[in-house]
């Protein structure tokens, strides 16, 4: 009887363990990534995750190219379609487009019981807010990266110039960096690379807000001087001609191969700028006048409403913003964590290009994060740009088309 | 009584058909809906039947009929320069040479490779930094400074079309070979007899014989052509202020900002144009079918 009993036991032990187990789930995340070096990183991050959740979650992560913007249509199209993944990485501007077609999935419940929410700082849960235009939280921060200029030290010093500390002194360092080296006739290096194509209405919005503008109204005549101030960067050779069609291949390549002395561009670019100049490149914060304004680029990530494992989903989500992803993929890319703990660890306070990106974060924004952002971004900055560096049109008329296009 | 009918020849076809109405006939159909409706995916909440409101937006749209003459002209220069050159190609190409099937093959590679390649790489072929074009050019001496090809209006056009016309001339040369090769010798050797020369020759006997041929390739090309997007968008996506932008790449850049009503309403437009070409193709078709009978 006493056998039969115990074994009895053991086998209510072993269908309860059965019972408490994990089920095994797979989570589908997509990504880009922006050389193979981070792409092999995610894919690390995720072998890492899968072994250690003890949950029985398995992501799965999938590449797409950013595409200067074009991975968030890309995204769209397949969960239009009824496909797409379970999570995803996004950006904030997306926000309405997914939200509106009900395609992300609402975070707050799963925050509010997050262990580490308050791990992530209350102005970020506040923008994530904002961008949905609702009461809720539907993306998760991960990182963000703050707009600053890179430089290359030696070429300030054969110009004999400092670091500009006001506007005006970077606009005189676009003039003076500008050179004939060899004395044929025609520019060797220019002052500065500005991006023209697509993703140039970044650092653009710097000239703008210098200038006193803002993105409410894009007409005013302080936003036009900043506008004014942009055509006459290239009206006067200080940025390659090639400016209108440059997006961020063609202005890293120009500052890496010496042709630019300056760009604009986030701490993402500092590791390969560190490994083409070694000491000989370094950054500031872009400079203000009547007004001082830097573009905060982010990377969030969402939850997909048509998810089956939703809470497999988030714990993603969560060793990406505060667990060990955060760490690794921060440390990887040169990315500003979100964690606060994260941001406190040695190896994020030595960085020079993270200083630079503290510095600035202060004053560090988004664009208006509307319907026709998307749209405002992709064609109509870019073919309006274009047109007023081309002389087809005054930077008024440029200011008031663009305001036209996004708050149509 | 009626005849039985044999239902096999429905049956075979029947897989076809509904192949054809379901990746063809059923988007069309949505096509037309769409264009009756405003259909901004941004804005879902505000989807719905407007009429002809898109229509009237469209045909009030300067950057529509600024984009339909860009197509016109790159239809029209870009199909007559492939079709000048692919006739000249062919000719040299019929003509008995050392080589000549490996310069027959040599000579199919722009037509084989994917546009999007060729967009990815005439753009670094045209870059105004680094592109191999510049320094040709340069140190020929034909220019001083390097040229932005692409970021300037008035050579990004031309540019475009310089892309397109090297991409379209095998395929203008390959079908005008075919039929040269169905020429008769006879004729060529009564001409002989006759006393002509190569130029009468050339347009008493193999342009009247290639009529057909002629014909028929450039109305494919002129749809194909109208309706290209992958080389122009993977070189300048439209621009430098929309310089670039022919009507089927205006419809892709406002599908791709989801304004799919919109998109719709002018690729209906498109294709009505486009039909005009494709009725004359058509009727030609079945005159010549008619006429084998």
């Given at each position: 009887m006493k056998k039969v009993f115990a074994l009895a036991v053991v086998l209510s032990m072993i269908a309860l363990a059965v019972a408490a187990a994990p089920k095994p789930v797979t989570i589908t995340h997509w990504y880009w990534a922006d050389n193979p070096k981070y792409s092999a990183v995610m894919k690390e991050m995720a072998a890492d995750f899968n072994a250690t959740n003890g949950k029985g979650i398995t992501v799965v992560v999938q590449e797409y190219p950013w595409d200067g913007g074009g991975y968030s249509e890309t995204l769209f199209r397949a969960a239009m379609g009824g496909g797409g993944p379970d999570t995803s990485s996004a950006k904030l501007t997306s926000t309405p487009l997914f939200v509106s077609n009900n395609l992300w999935e609402n975070l707050d419940k799963y925050i509010n019981r997050?262990?580490?929410?308050?791990?992530?700082d209350p102005a970020l849960w506040k923008t994530m807010r904002d961008a949905s235009r609702t009461?809720?939280?539907?993306l998760m921060p991960w990182t963000t990266q703050v707009l600053y200029v890179y430089y290359r030290p030696s070429m300030f010093k054969a110009a004999g110039i400092s670091v500009p500390k006001n506007y005006a002194e970077f606009l005189d360092a676009c003039a003076k960096l500008t050179k004939d080296t060899d004395g044929d006739g025609r520019t060797d290096v220019y002052g500065f690379g500005m991006r023209g194509f697509r993703g140039g209405h970044e650092p653009w919005g710097s000239f703008i807000q210098a200038r006193g503008?803002?993105?409410?109204?894009?007409?005013t005549a302080k936003a036009v001087a900043g506008m004014q101030d942009f055509i006459d960067l290239f009206k006067k050779g200080y940025v390659p001609p090639t400016a209108p069609m440059d997006g961020f291949n063609e202005i890293i390549a120009n500052f890496k191969s010496g042709k630019t002395a300056m760009t604009v561009h986030h701490i993402g670019s500092s590791t390969g700028m560190i490994d083409t100049f070694g000491d000989d490149v370094d950054a500031f914060p872009f400079p203000g006048a009547e007004g001082k304004w830097t573009s905060m680029g982010d990377t969030e990530n969402v939850m997909f409403r048509?998810?089956?494992n939703k809470d497999a989903a988030f714990e993603w989500l969560a060793y990406l913003a505060a667990g060990k992803g955060q760490i690794t993929w921060c440390a990887a890319t040169g990315n500003v964590p979100v964690s606060k703990a994260v941001q406190k660890l040695p190896q994020f306070q030595s960085s020079r290009f993270m200083k630079v990106s503290i510095e600035g974060a202060p004053f560090a924004g988004i664009y208006p994060v509307l319907d026709t952002t998307t749209e405002w971004i992709s064609t109509i900055w870019p073919n309006t740009i274009a047109a007023a560096l081309q002389g087809k049109i005054s930077a008024a008329e440029a200011m008031k088309q663009l305001q036209t296009g996004l708050y149509k | 009584m009626g005849r039985k009918r044999n239902p096999w020849p429905y049956l075979l076809v029947a897989p076809a058909l509904l192949t054809v109405l379901t990746v063809v006939f059923i988007p069309v159909v949505n096509a037309v809906s769409m264009s009756f409706q405003s259909y901004d995916l941004r804005r879902p909440s505000r989807i719905g039947f407007i009429g002809l409101g898109n229509y009237a937006e469209v045909l009030s749209d300067p950057l529509f009929w600024q984009s339909v003459w860009k197509t016109v002209v790159w239809v029209g220069v870009g199909v007559g320069f492939q079709f000048l050159f692919g006739f000249i190609l062919a000719l040299l190409l019929n003509r008995r040479f050392f080589g000549r099937g490996i310069v027959r093959s040599i000579s199919l590679i722009p037509w084989v490779t994917p546009g999007v390649l060729i967009g990815l790489m005439w753009r670094w072929i045209y870059?105004?930094?680094?592109?191999v074009l510049n320094d040709i050019l340069l140190r020929l001496g034909i220019i001083r400074d390097y040229v932005p090809f692409l970021a300037r209006g008035d050579t990004a056009f031309p540019a475009v079309i310089l892309t397109i016309i090297w991409q379209g001339i095998p395929f203008f040369a390959l079908m005008i070979l075919a039929g040269l090769q169905g020429i008769p010798e006879e004729l060529y050797d009564a001409a002989d007899v006759d006393g002509a020369n190569g130029v009468q020759k050339l347009f008493r006997i193999t342009i009247p014989s290639l009529r057909n041929v002629i014909f028929v390739t450039t109305l494919l090309r002129i749809i194909w052509v109208s309706n290209s997007v992958d080389v122009i968008f993977n070189l300048?996506?439209?621009?430098?202020?929309?310089?670039?932008?022919?009507l089927s790449v205006y419809v892709f850049n406002k599908g791709n900002s989801l304004n799919l009503g919109y998109a719709a309403t002018m690729s209906i437009l498109l294709a009505l144009m486009l039909s005009s070409v494709a009725v004359v193709y058509l009727r030609r078709i079945f005159r010549n079918q008619e006429a084998a009978r």
């Open positions: 997050w262990k580490d929410k308050d791990q992530i009461k809720n939280v539907f503008g803002t993105f409410a109204d894009f007409t048509s998810s089956k | 870059d105004g930094s680094y592109g300048t996506e439209g621009g430098p202020a929309y310089a670039t932008q022919t």
